[in-house]
């Protein structure tokens, strides 16, 4: 009976050694983690479940079609067209001043008066002379008209008379030239003439501006040669005045400066009274357009790995959606593929959002 006892428990042993079927474990593995996997789903549906499917707020932007503009931003400042500072022609001293700042004047009007007092003496001096040279070529005219005298009688008289009309008109262009003048019509911006000073040609006098022919100047980096000409749109901003216009670009010039390698844009500005020459301003200029642009706010786009996505919402639950983008101004990002108008996207919220999760907006 004892061997027997024996034998059994060797054959048990022995049998218990031999290596396990590696096909048998791994199903049978397999088997135990499908258990456990339906347990791990009873228990997050039973006490999980609710946390996970909950509803989340957000804040959604309706994907729309709309104009889309790049600017090249560059600052510059207001200058006037007319901008003219009138000096003496003639020397001397400053007899009267008829004009003051900021007084409104029209071209052609005389602004100061230099002492011309030689100069019209000489002129009634000469006019003497040229009277009774007058008188002479009469008389000497009549007598020739009727055939009396010699023709160079005549021609003698005609010669003196001309000859002192010509010294006249020499003399009354310098007693011009002692008036001071006005080249243009605008306002008085400075004046430095004061009654009983000296003048001089060359010396700094007078500066007339008209304000209605104001440009917004600026210069432009020669890399955006191709990209800025005459034409463009561009928005002027005025930051002083919290104040902008839109309008276009009308001189852009074809040559560029050696030393700055830079070339310069103008903008005509309309007449406003709250303008000024040597105002800041800032030229933005249209460089790239396009009529029908998906356009999202920047801050719905989400970095990835494989490229930029957002959150969009469909039947009431997040999705995730791949696109691509184009530039990006002002907050604003063209979408170049990916979305189309009528699409809703999360705008705030998304940072905690997870596909497939149900929204509320």
């Known amino acids: 009976m004892k ?20 096909k048998a474990e ?41 104009p889309f503009y790049n600017y090249i931003e560059i600052q510059g400042k207001v200058d006037a067209e007319q901008n003219v500072e009138v000096n003496p022609e003639m020397q001397g001293i400053v007899t009267a001043v008829y004009v003051k700042i900021g007084q409104t004047v029209s071209k052609g009007q005389v602004l100061a008066q230099i002492d011309d007092n030689v100069l019209r003496q000489n002129i009634a001096q000469l006019q003497t002379q040229l009277d009774l040279a007058n008188n002479l070529y009469n008389r000497q005219k009549n007598l020739w008209d ?23 008109n ?33 010396m700094q ?78 030229l933005k200029v249209v460089d790239y357009s396009n009529p029908n ?17 957002v959150m969009a919402v469909v039947n009431g639950k997040a999705q995730r959606t791949n696109i691509s983008i184009g530039r990006t101004i002002d907050g604003k990002t063209e979408v170049l593929s990916g979305l189309k108008a009528g699409d809703k996207i999360v705008v705030t919220g998304v940072e905690d959002l997870n596909e497939g999760d149900p929204v509320k907006y």
Do not use: H
């Not at 003698?156 to 010509?166: I, P, Y």
């Not at 749109?233 to 839109?246: E, G, K």
């Open 3 to 22: 061997r027997v006892l024996f034998i059994s428990v060797i054959a048990i042993l022995a049998a218990c050694s031999k290596p396990k079927d590696k």
């Open 26 to 66: 791994l199903a049978e593995l397999k088997q135990k983690r499908a258990e456990l996997d339906g347990q791990i789903a009873k228990l997050e549906k039973e006490v999980g479940g609710k946390d996970s499917l909950a509803t989340k707020d957000v804040t959604v932007y309706d994907v729309k079609s709309a």
């Open 146 to 168: 009727q055939k009396i005298g010699t023709e160079v009688q005549y021609l003698n008289a005609k010669s003196q008379k001309e000859g002192l009309e010509r010294q006249m």
């Open 170 to 202: 020499v003399l009354r262009t310098q007693q011009g030239q002692f008036k001071i003048k006005s080249p243009i019509s605008g306002s008085v911006e400075q004046m430095d003439l004061k009654v009983g000073q000296a003048a001089a040609p060359g």
């Open 205 to 282: 006098a007078i500066r007339i501006v008209n304000a209605n022919t104001l440009k917004a100047k600026a210069q432009v980096a020669e890399a955006y040669l191709g990209k800025i000409g005459q034409g463009d749109n561009v928005r002027v901003i005025f930051p002083d005045l919290q104040d902008s216009l839109t309008t276009k670009v009308s001189f852009a010039s074809k040559v560029v400066d050696q030393a700055s390698r830079s070339f310069n844009i103008e903008v005509n500005l309309p007449s406003n009274k709250k303008y000024r020459a040597n105002m800041i301003s800032v």
């Open 293 to 309: 642009a998906i356009i999202v706010p920047v801050n719905a786009i989400q970095n990835a790995e494989n490229g930029k996505y």
